[in-house]
């Protein structure tokens, strides 16, 4: 399978406690980006990275989130000191590496789904 | 700051319609647009992506029309089949090439 692959898929935490999820692109994308979706919304976008370097961060990314991707190939994103309102889906996509011709063109991983009781 | 809406929000229709989904967004300087199926408790699968100098796209029973300059872009789903039911997102790609902005969706039942 060379598709976005994500894990856990499943997540139930109590509030206080830190969760890490683990993100592993498509191998030859060396774009990663992560998004959260809540119930009924759309996914909103977290952060991207191109190869290691985090180039952009969203405002939704408290200081509570913290997301790496240490060798340009997976990335993981931990939130310390869970909060139930962090209950939402978290998603993961890359895409291919940029250039005159290319679409940017996304493809998404099957999700983490985070419980916070 | 881009915004993306979606109507409508939710669709019933029989099997076998021909159905028209409808996307808008606020800032025309995207670089492309992309629409997705999302399953209920599933990930995202890309349907159609349509670059910014491109007025449509078509896959099977499937067409994307985007119009930049009224912000605006359309779903065609020709002879709908209940296996069609699903949330449909649709989304913008910056010019940054970094953020897509997604609409909420249209959730879409199609009965037999």
């Known amino acids: 399978d060379t598709g976005v692959s994500q894990n856990p898929r499943h997540k139930i935490t109590k509030r206080g406690q830190n969760v890490t999820f683990r993100c592993d692109p498509i191998s030859e994308h060396n774009r990663l980006y992560w998004y959260r979706q809540t119930l009924g919304q759309g996914p909103e976008f977290l952060t991207y990275f191109q190869n290691e370097a985090q180039l952009e961060k969203s405002r939704l990314l408290s200081d509570r989130f913290s997301a790496e991707r240490p060798k340009g190939s997976f990335s993981t994103l931990e939130i310390q000191r869970t909060e139930q309102g962090d209950s939402a889906m978290y998603l993961c996509a890359s895409s291919p590496r940029g250039g005159a011709w290319s679409t940017y063109e996304q493809y998404f991983g099957p999700g983490t789904r985070l419980t916070v009781t | 700051k881009q915004e993306v809406t979606q109507i409508p929000a939710a669709l019933s229709v029989p099997e076998g319609e021909n159905l028209v989904l409808n996307c808008s967004f606020t800032?025309?300087?995207?670089?492309?647009l992309q629409w997705f199926r999302q399953d209920p408790g599933k990930g995202l699968t890309s349907l159609l992506l349509i670059q910014s100098s491109q007025r449509e796209q078509t896959s099977g029973r499937l067409n994307a029309s985007l119009d930049k300059s009224s912000g605006r872009s359309t779903l065609y789903i020709a002879a709908s089949q209940p296996g069609d039911s699903a949330t449909y997102l649709c989304?913008?790609?910056?010019?940054?090439?970094?953020?897509?902005?997604f609409g909420k969706g249209t959730m879409l039942l199609v009965s037999p």
């Open positions: 800032d025309s300087a995207i670089y492309n």
């Open positions: 989304a913008a790609l910056n010019s940054g090439y970094s953020t897509l902005t």
